[in-house]
């Protein structure tokens, strides 16, 4: 932990990775202003940090991944929701207190547009993430036992859906896809997988003509049945999807 805070990076670093620090705080040379020309930085295990650099406020930041990090409740917790203007990619796994982006509430109407230029988002195993603000610009998002963060999406082109714990990402009441998902239109390959609550498909399927590929594994056994070839009851929602497979029917 001592190395750590007596480094002295150059300020034209570029890429940055921390594991396994221990420190309650980041070192004091993790700022903005040392360190402004960041264009990757990687943390993970630095179990006892709860609080985050502000990231967002780095000009040349296209990738930010955050794997492990077991005290942060927020990403900035001074309620800084803009910012991020170059972020391309983002990673937060195994966070099992993330809550939200910000302490401080959005209002629902902003014209706030966060992450701006975000392509993809991998969300795994932050059951206490309800909400975050995104981008027209996603095009691929990853979701394994989170919250409902779904939202509308129109520039999304591959979704993933892994739900371990049934319970987080998929309540016992949500017995289909959630609704916020019908408006990502332009989806090109959807996965649903461990989705043991799901029973059924949405009507609005149907109108997904973009989808190429589709695959259910290991969901509930109505929905595998309702989506058999010809005969099953969901079966005209997905008909005109070229690729699809469906684990329990072997299709």
Not at 55 to 72: E, V, W
Not at 156 to 185: A, C, K, V
Request: net charge positive; hydrophobic share 40%; glycine share 4%.
């Amino acid at each position: 932990m001592e190395v750590i805070k007596g480094l002295r990076p150059q300020p034209n670093l570029r890429i940055l990775s921390i594991g396994f620090y221990q420190g309650l705080t980041f070192p004091s040379w993790l700022e903005v202003s040392s360190l402004p020309k960041l264009v990757a930085v990687s943390l993970w295990s630095c179990g006892k940090c709860q609080d985050l650099p502000s990231f967002g406020r780095l000009p040349f930041l296209r990738k930010l991944r955050l794997h492990n990090m077991k005290s942060i409740k927020f990403i900035d917790k001074n309620g800084v929701v803009e910012g991020f203007t170059s972020l391309e990619e983002l990673e937060l796994h195994y966070m099992p207190i993330l809550e939200g982006w910000s302490l401080l509430k959005v209002n629902e109407e902003s014209d706030v547009i966060l992450l701006p230029c975000l392509k993809k988002l991998s969300i795994k195993n932050c059951p206490k993430l309800r909400k975050l603000l995104f981008s027209f610009s996603l095009e691929s998002l990853y979701l394994w036992g989170c919250g409902e963060l779904v939202k509308d999406l129109p520039s999304l082109s591959s979704l993933q859906i892994y739900d371990f714990n049934e319970h987080i990402s998929f309540p016992e009441e949500l017995t289909t896809l959630p609704d916020g998902m019908r408006h990502i239109d332009r989806l090109h390959a959807l996965s649903i997988m461990y989705c043991k609550n799901l029973r059924f498909l949405p009507a609005w399927l149907q109108h997904f003509t973009c989808l190429k590929t589709l695959e259910i594994e290991k969901c509930h056994p109505e929905l595998h049945r309702r989506c058999k070839k010809e005969s099953g009851e969901d079966w005209p929602k997905i008909a005109h999807i070229p690729s699809k497979y469906n684990d329990s029917l072997k299709e």
